[in-house]
């Protein structure tokens, strides 16, 4: 029965995919995203923000999803009946920006970018609609010691929040190499871009689906657990065999020798496997440049590695592509073991702003997940807990004039003996004494500030140490329960106010 | 002609009313951002992030511009035929967090958010379709207390950016006053609703269109510069010229009296307006209670006063309303006088949460415009530039190893000496050493680090000090300039890398 003089009212619900951000992980973010931005601006990187919203044809279609119906991107028409889209990644702003401004920047342009992302795919848990990436890339530089650059960054960078060695790897590949593997076999040329584009991505999901499933993507198809089947590149057993094998050549690089003099040696079984292909040998040399430059500067094989199963699913990747896993066994709160999935990724993308332009240029970039890598940091006990603490709160008496109460809380908002504010606020609701002590105890409030007709008639606060005040119970000993219940409330003189505040404050700091 | 074979290139263009944020907006932005978060958490409001994008109806359709055809909100159906919306502010977004998680939270509940927010308006100079909005609300008050305190934070908000006295006022109104005098001229109850929004909308434009713009919204009608038509809310002349005799009342009450004595006079003007208005009387009572709230805890006159033509707006406020100006005379770079409009804005709406619940949730608010209070801390020359010093750049000879820079740039970045990292970054371009010279110079590089082959067989590197040599060409004097020329290029050992270059930085330091 609706009763029809009822309002409709709206249901407060988010769509799918979508989530608020709690106080608590907003902090450690915060503290997150600054220790990144730190070893960015330590690289010479510098800040850049474009929109949410860009022209669709400009960001172009550059998902992984991009053969499913709906493309993942979140579009609508302008009232000029333009197509806009909110931004589903931040390099394809980064590859108009630099194509719009291309004149007036340094080269290389070297730029980092924080912001959400949008992306208008089926939700599933874990898997949200808008995440927070953040970016560093570098426009205009050809050589691979700007790719080698990028993965000391991502390894510097988990360096400094607190990730140890061991704990990570950043694992680098070069799509030239799979290409030289692909046109071995008969795959090269335009006619098979198509068949390219199912291998890799079907390779990008060897870490989810294993070698069957690879296999049955590489062949005629492959029905997934939800019953909904995926057409496979339809490549020959031949074919897939010679694939396979190429994906079988995981090697940390890094350890094979301590000289210049161990690194062709490594590569020699991708060597075989790409054959003739120039495509695939020129690949190779790149990464052996990678290594020899990693290895002289200092960075080690537990912190970097070659695997040729790193593939990235993005089609635009044209060379040395990347990605950062955490290693360190994770378990969540039951224990299982959790598989992370990658915390940064990238690679080089030498055509994106060729496609306004018709001019090469080359680029190379690297995108950290990053409320991905706060959880992994926080199931391996890196969590930088930043949460101050709660406010002081005054309480309120409705005898009182509320002013005082108001005075009290500027005397310590702005306290006058030169030291940083006091977080503290005067209880605004209507609740009385009990229910607002228990309010100060919901908002963490390390103490509160009592002031009734008594008190202020002899010139006096109270001050009640939550924390302490906490303890009490659990004192068995009198002469101890009144000695701690004297620290826990006590009075002062007005005057005092932020000095006692202060000194609770200062016994219960991290 | 066009060549069928050329590919269609999109255009590397931006929507209008969107743009690219630039690395020392984005420094400022951040420096500005970081000292209103120290503000209000200093209040103890405690941050929440609520993504970009809502159920349309859940967002509810508040905005100023809801009369115009197209109803100002980005809007598109999800996969499931609902209808999604970008957020246009903060506050419709916190009225569905709280009705969602009502039950668990702290009463009242103080909230502070940043972040975008989009609206789709017709753009103009100055005038985004994407802009930030830093907003602190504090939800479950009823009390008048909640809205002072608000005040009060705008207040010293301003203050901690190095606004000075005299150059920013916060006008106080309050929506019960004007539903009063509307009252008193028979524009009160249902029925009247249309009409009392349009004349709320045009009291609202009163800074802009002054009282013959103000007076013909009240009347038949409108066109504007570009010729549109806006229709008048249809008053009689008499009706007309109550509330104009209304908008009158400007006065800084906080000057009226220091005691309890002078508030009551001071708005009985106001009263007389409102007759026996009994919403008009009460919200005058309120405003006298804020008064001398803010009085009595120490705020004055030349920050906060009362203004009868603050009216805001947004048609969910219910009771005081303030907006904050800076009142400085403000010149563009052509020496024209600007008018900033209100850097800060807000008020009480206590039936936004009602809309979910069916159940009355009082609530109060202020919202920071980001970029104009930036602008105008600019003008002020209150601008804080944060921009570091660009990076030192390691020049590259081409017939040399290139990880011999790689691992001097690594030193620079992970200095032994236990100080900070320096800003550091190899040459990554294909350009001569006059181009990486002149790459360093538009990046504002302090120096440049440089070692041919002869330099490396020495031992040695080079630090050319780009700032003091730029300086070199005014000397006249052959003795000064050989010893200037000696301090802006010089050789050391490598070993000595990191303590020179800190030398060279320390000489440029703001």
Redesign the interface.
Known sequence: MTNKDEPV???????KG??????GE??ATETMLGTIR??F????F??????????S??L?KFLPDQDRP?EGV???K??DD?W?S?RYDLTAPLA??V??NYQNL???F??YQAG?V?R?EKPGPGRF??FTQFDAD?V????V??D??LC?LAA?TLDALGVERGQYVIKVNNRKVLDGVLEAIGLGGEANAAKRLKVLRAIDKFDRLGIEGVSALFGKGRKDESGDYTKGADLTPAQSKEVLNYLGGKFAVMGAGEGASGWNASFSAWKSIVGESESGQDGIEELIQMA??LW???YRYEQISFDSSVVRGLEYYTGPVFEAELTAPIKDERGQPIRLGSVVSGGRYDGLVE????EKVPATGISIGVSRLLFGLQLLGKYKDST?Q??V?VLVFQDQP??NY??LV?RL??PDDGGP??????Y???GKIGAQTK?AD??GSPCVVIQGGDEKAKGQVQIKDLILGATLTSIKDRDEYLKKQAEAQFAVPESDLVEAVRGVLSRHKA
Not at 9 to 15: C, S, T, Y
Not at 41 to 44: A, D, L, N, R, T
Request: glycine fraction near 8%; hydrophobic fraction near 35%.
């Open positions: 009212r709206p249901e407060a619900r988010l769509p979508f989530s608020d951000i709690s106080a907003i902090r730190q070893v601006e330590s690289y010479g510098e800040p850049l923000d474009t929109p949410a919203i860009e022209f044809d400009a172009g709906n979140f579009s609508f302008d009232d333009q806009l909110l108009r920006y194509a719009a340094p080269k290389p070297r730029r959400p949008w208008n609609r808008q570098t205009g530089a050809s050589s010691a700007a080698a650059e000391m510097d020899r430059l002289e500067t200092g496609r306004f332009t018709g101050p709660g406010p709160v509320i002013a108001q005075k500027y908002r702005h504010p006091i977080r503290a606020e005067m605004l609701g209507s309010y919901k908002r």
